[in-house]
């Protein structure tokens, strides 16, 4: 039998380890967020959404009746025009109909001009509009001095959308034929108290982002109490969701994979887990925002990372105007990051343990071997 140099075999082995060390994972906080710094004059965006089919972000804007595609890359392209819808109206709310390959958009236009709400779909491959549903308060005996806002929009695998109003504190349901109505006024909806000051801009926002779950309910926020509300998706009915801490100013809400909820509002991102189906809900992490930048939208991208859009809707406005560059930045959860590095260490542990382990049966195997050969 041919005599085996146990040293070479350990430095063989060692070796081997280093490098799966070197080439196999890597602690998270190795690689930078994402960050996408994109050009378009007075765009002011409000809403985002990702197309998963064509691999890019949808976002809105704030003057213009556009809805622009912006790569990874931060190449920007025209989605749609619409010259037919009112000058000077703002695209809201985004959402992406995969099953039926549509693009939804919230259409309104603000005080002074005259009041519009209305949900836009567009085919995502002509481009072309397949119907505009005029968003209004039809319910019987219900009288409303409030203008509607029309905010936000989810919708679900049968193309039912769902939009809320931030002002009236109800929800539309718009089905794929473009038929509107009142889904939801339920009372829980304005039982709670502000949690913001009552003269503070926008203090009057209630109801706004909106996601829809799978299992068969709707996620509701609501930014001038902060609560969030689980909403049936056949009946409307509402109950709020008991949470750890109250998400003032809440804005856009999605939700990832793994059922995580992702909450954004102009001053931070919360991560928001539940183990009851959303009787109650734990914030388990958060994450400042740039205040200045003012996010207004999150959703969840490629390989489910969170991205927030710096849409500085504030100084459009304020009126300014000039602001070319824009950003969709992804943002991460600070203590899913330390769990995954706990994790990768404790993979290298076991490793070198199995390598050392490895190496004393391998040096007895060639004591063994030469102490026949001699």
């Given amino acids: 039998m041919a005599f085996i140099n146990s040293e070479s075999t350990k430095s063989l082995a060692l070796s081997l380890f280093l490098f799966l060390i070197l080439v196999g994972p890597t602690p998270s906080f190795a690689r930078t967020p994402h960050v996408i710094n ?22 809105g804007s704030q003057h213009h009746r556009t809805i622009h595609s912006v790569s990874d ?13 009112p000058e000077n109206a703002t695209i809201l709310g985004l959402a992406i109909d995969s099953i039926h390959n549509r693009l939804l958009a919230l259409v309104h236009s603000a005080a002074p001009l005259p009041p519009f709400n209305a949900l836009a779909a567009y085919d995502l491959r002509s481009r072309r509009r397949v119907f505009l549903s005029l968003l209004d308060d039809e319910t019987p005996g219900v009288i409303t001095i409030k203008r509607h806002v029309a905010n936000d929009v989810a919708v679900d695998f049968n193309g039912n959308a769902y939009v809320t109003n931030s002002a009236g504190n109800f929800i539309w349901k718009v089905d794929k034929d473009g038929e509107a109505s009142v889904f939801s006024r339920s009372p829980v909806f304005s039982e709670s108290p502000l949690a913001v000051d009552p003269d503070a801009p926008f203090s009057e926002c209630g109801l706004n ?31 709020r969701v008991l949470l750890t801490e109250d998400l003032v100013w809440a804005d856009g809400i999605a939700v990832r994979s793994d059922g995580v909820v992702l909450v954004v509002s102009h001053h931070t991102l919360w991560f928001i887990k539940s183990h009851d189906s959303w009787a109650e809900g734990v914030v388990y992490d958060k994450t400042a925002l740039n205040q200045e930048k003012f996010a207004t939208s999150v959703t969840v991208g490629g390989e489910d990372r969170a991205y927030v859009l710096y849409g500085r809707v504030m100084e459009g406005l304020l009126g300014n105007s000039g602001r070319e560059e824009f950003s969709i930045e992804e943002v991460r959860s600070k203590k899913e990051n330390e769990e995954e590095n706990v994790w990768v260490f404790v993979l290298l542990g076991l490793g070198l343990a199995y390598f050392l382990f490895w190496r004393f049966q391998m040096s007895k195997l060639v004591r063994d071997i030469n102490k026949k050969t001699n």
């Fill in 73 to 85: 890359a931060a190449v920007v392209e025209t989605l749609i025009s619409d010259p037919t819808l």
């Fill in 38 to 59: 994109f050009r378009s004059l007075n765009r002011y965006p409000e809403g985002l959404t990702w197309d998963p089919s064509a691999q890019h972000f949808v976002v």
């Fill in 209 to 239: 982002g909106i996601a829809y779950v799978s299992k068969g309910y709707l996620l509701v926020v609501q930014s001038n109490t902060g609560k969030m509300f689980k909403v049936n998706a056949d009946d409307g009915l509402a109950r």
